[in-house]
């Protein structure tokens, strides 16, 4: 199961596709290893295909939207090809055409990617792991788990926050100004709290002997075992598995540049 | 050469002062007291008095931790804490603080507990069982794997104490652990510490300003004034019998057991006029699929103090918030002055009804007290003239007329109390809501609190606590 | 719940996401069962007055 590889060899393992991907301009290659995660993602992670769906379809759309106006705008280096069709003065050509189709797959391949990654990340042992395996320094990754237990209760704050401004008589703000205004009532009482908050936790922290240093044992012991390389490598074997295989049937366009 | 040993006290504070900025008027006065090993000592003081500085001061963690200044000297085992290095003394010091929600930095219970073996470098093959034996000492074996976001106050609180006693410190600090807590809860904590102190004969130092659970294995007690000066050390029974006007005048609650007579009930026969001001009829309400209220019946009448009550969780924070028309029932329906709730205009309701929040700060909107009091007023439309002798007149009745132009934020915590009531009472309403209104205040600010709401509830107004 | 024991002429007792009861608040005091199933303890001046054999003699 995939949450089980280590969270710094899995991040580098949609890492490295991800950014060698962004040079790929062709179609076939996205699509393949598109088709590739979405095999990986149902095959090996227990992520339920109604989830997946419900975050990925809204970037579909946003991508969808978007590449359809890049397709309209492409730059002058990829406007040869021969004409599509024309729409009032825009000229459709081949190319763009492709260029565009190209440029989403390849969104999508991150996004997929993302959600490879998130879905089946628990954010703790990533911090472990980040502090184990690349040695960042505990202050740094501590804070940021303390930090994200506190999500939840601003959110609740800010609920209540809205609730005793309306007992109050304080009506949703109209216009800028008054949306600036709000702003500014909201802000105050949430950074006080959230100030006096920082300042508990850290002292609670400290009480509990945490002085940021280094030399600390660990419990849980994030190891980088054979698997996780196994991953690592089949992610990136796959990719360029891939891109040998557009350069065979002759698709393969690393950044603009036809290669066959 | 034993007595030697015995009389050497483990915290000994020598003319300690603190302040975060200057020590012309500090919040810490040249304070002296000594904690000896073995010894239950109980700090009393009313809220803003330092109390809970004076606890990080004795860990070593003030004043550098917020650049406060200092003087004087406190001695652990009889040296001096300058001379310990960072984080060395928190393992001999471990403290439980006051808010459940704000001491933990990891998800599970498991983790949490790991971070501070992890802390003092505990070998990785010692953390599980290390983890298993504390959590079999506060009862909480199953909730090993659990969230901590999702245990109740008081367990949270008994994962504090754990994380501390897996320190294995000889000083525990409780810092106001049960404030935040419900009575159940907090008598189930208490008894935890108290079984503790019976096994394993540590120091306990306990910050509190309702001392009446702690007394019976208390060996001292300190009193703490507004001016940060310590102005008793005694024993409970000496301090609260020939001493009491000390305690009194520091406004701080009497234990109970030392109160000659005990307060009067002043809810005997009532014979006032029924006259329903809010019904409820088969109120329901839930939360996705969560059933939080079920059927729910009641009727308010004119002039009653009403209170509800139940454990924390049990959904009587929604019941409020659907009285006050802020939730939409899911079925069922709520009646106002013979109204139902859906047929009132917000500004009307508002009039009629008030609504004081738990927390003062979330009800503060404007810069100064006097804007805060006068807002509800200007937005009914009175004349200037009106708004400035009431406003006054309120200030003056919840005694904040010297904080006028004070910043809500600034002020103490009785007053922004006293503030959140009065910006509720430009008309006397109808109908007073309070969410917990006296959670974690002192006796003063409670006893104030309480005789502002007498004196409305005469007026025909229904309270609901 | 000393608040309540002292000052209220109605009290409400939510469990189980209904009204287990209502009524004055000194007929509540005797409903140990209901008390303890909802978490509730006694007002402060009942509690001593249950304890008298052993606070008494902290203070006389």
């Known amino acids: 199961m995939i949450s089980s590889i280590n969270p710094t060899i899995k991040a580098g393992a949609i890492l490295v596709p991800g950014v060698l991907l962004g040079l790929m301009f062709d179609i076939f290659t996205p699509l393949v290893y598109l088709i590739f995660i979405i095999v990986v993602t149902f095959a090996f992670t227990d992520i339920s295909l109604k989830r997946w769906l419900l975050i990925f379809s809204p970037f579909v759309l946003f991508i969808l939207s978007f590449s359809w106006t890049r397709m309209l705008y492409t730059s002058e280096s990829f406007q040869g090809g021969s004409i599509l069709f024309e729409f009032w003065y825009f000229q459709m050509t081949t190319e763009a055409l492709m260029v565009s189709i190209s440029l989403a797959l390849r969104s999508l391949c991150f996004i997929a990617l993302s959600l490879l990654f998130i879905l089946t990340t628990d954010s703790t042992k990533l911090m472990l792991s980040l502090m184990q ?23 609740h704050e800010l609920e209540i926050l809205r609730q005793a401004h309306r007992i109050r008589g304080v009506g949703r703000a109209k216009g800028i100004k008054g949306r600036v205004q709000q702003f500014k009532r909201y802000s105050i009482p949430l950074l006080a709290n959230a100030i006096r908050k920082a300042e508990r936790v850290a002292n609670a922290m400290e009480s509990k002997g945490f002085t940021g240093d280094r030399n600390r044992t660990h419990y849980h012991e994030m190891k980088v075992r054979r698997r996780d390389w196994v991953f690592f490598g089949s992610m990136v074997g796959a990719l360029f598995l891939t891109v040998f295989m557009s350069y065979y049937f002759g698709y393969l366009n690393i950044f603009g540049r036809e290669i066959n | 050469m034993k007595e030697m040993t015995q009389l050497k006290p483990l915290i000994e504070v ?8 200057q020590l012309n008027e500090p919040l810490i006065s040249e304070v002296s007291f000594t904690i000896n090993k073995d010894e239950t000592v109980l700090l009393m003081g009313s809220s803003g008095s330092g109390k809970s500085t004076i606890s990080l001061c004795l860990n070593g963690l003030y004043p550098d931790a917020v650049e406060g200044v200092a003087s004087g000297d406190i001695f652990f085992k009889g ?29 599970t219970v498991e983790n949490e507990l790991a971070f501070t073996l992890e802390n003092i470098e505990t070998p990785r093959e010692e953390i599980e069982p290390k983890i298993d034996q504390v959590l079999k000492t506060i009862g909480m074996v199953d909730y090993k794997y659990h969230n901590i976001h999702e245990l109740s106050g008081g367990q949270k609180q008994k994962v504090a104490l754990a994380s501390v006693l897996l320190l294995d410190p000889e000083l525990i600090i409780l810092d106001e652990p049960t404030a935040n807590l419900d009575p159940v809860s907090s008598i189930e904590f208490i008894n935890l510490i108290k079984g503790l102190k019976q096994e394993t004969q540590k120091s306990i130092f306990i910050i509190e300003h309702k001392a009446d659970d702690w007394l019976d294995f208390t060996d001292r007690v300190l009193v703490l004034n507004k001016q940060g000066q310590l102005i008793a050390n005694d024993t409970p029974r000496s301090l609260f019998t020939t001493n009491k006007p000390l305690v009194e005048n520091e406004g701080l609650f009497i234990p109970k057991t030392y109160q000659k007579q005990t307060l009067k009930p002043q809810n005997e026969g ?25 059927n729910i019946n009641m009727t308010l009448n004119k002039g009653e103090m009403v209170a509800i009550v139940g454990e924390n969780g049990a959904g009587k924070s929604t019941l409020l918030q659907l009285m006050a028309g802020i939730l939409k029932p899911k079925k069922g329906n709520i009646t106002f002055l013979g109204e139902p709730m859906q047929k009132w205009k917000e500004q009307k309701l508002r009039q009629h009804m008030g609504f004081v929040f738990q927390n003062p700060e ?28 009431r406003t006054e007149q309120l200030l003056h ?3 904040l007329s010297a904080h006028k132009w004070s910043n809500p934020f600034a002020l103490s915590g009785g007053q922004k109390r006293r503030l959140s009531v009065a910006t509720m009472l430009d008309e006397t309403p109808d109908l007073l809501l309070f969410d917990e209104p006296t959670f974690g205040q002192d006796a003063q ?10 004196d409305l509830q005469t007026k025909g107004t229904t309270i609901f606590l | 719940m000393d608040l309540v024991d002292l000052y209220c002429d109605q009290v409400y007792v939510i469990n189980e996401q209904q009204v287990a009861y209502e009524g004055h608040p000194h007929q509540l005091w005797q409903q140990n069962a209901l008390l303890e199933r909802a978490r509730l303890r006694l007002p402060d001046r009942l509690r001593h007055g249950q304890e008298v054999g052993e606070t008494y003699d902290l203070v006389y």
């Open chain 1, 133 to 155: 395996q690349l040695k960042l320094p505990p202050k740094i990754t501590y804070g940021v788990l303390a930090g994200y237990r506190f999500l939840p209760t601003f959110r």
């Open chain 2, 397 to 399: 009745n919840f005694q």
């Open chain 2, 79 to 107: 040296i001096n804490i300058k001379d310990f290095e960072k984080g060395e003394l928190n393992q001999n010091v471990g403290i439980v603080f006051q808010d459940p929600e704000s001491q933990f930095c990891m998800i």
């Open chain 2, 362 to 389: 979330h009800q503060f909107i404007t810069d100064t007290a006097y804007d805060e009091v006068s807002f509800g007023m200007t937005l009914n439309g009175y004349s200037e003239d009106v708004i400035k002798e």
């Open chain 2, 270 to 294: 009532t014979s006032k006029p029924v006259e329903a001001n809010m019904v409820i009829n088969n109120l329901s309400f839930n939360r996705k699929k969560t059933m939080i209220l079920n």
């Open chain 2, 14 to 21: 020598n003319q300690f002062s603190f302040d975060y900025e």
């Open chain 2, 445 to 454: 600010t409670t006893n104030e609190l309480m005789s502002i709401v007498k």
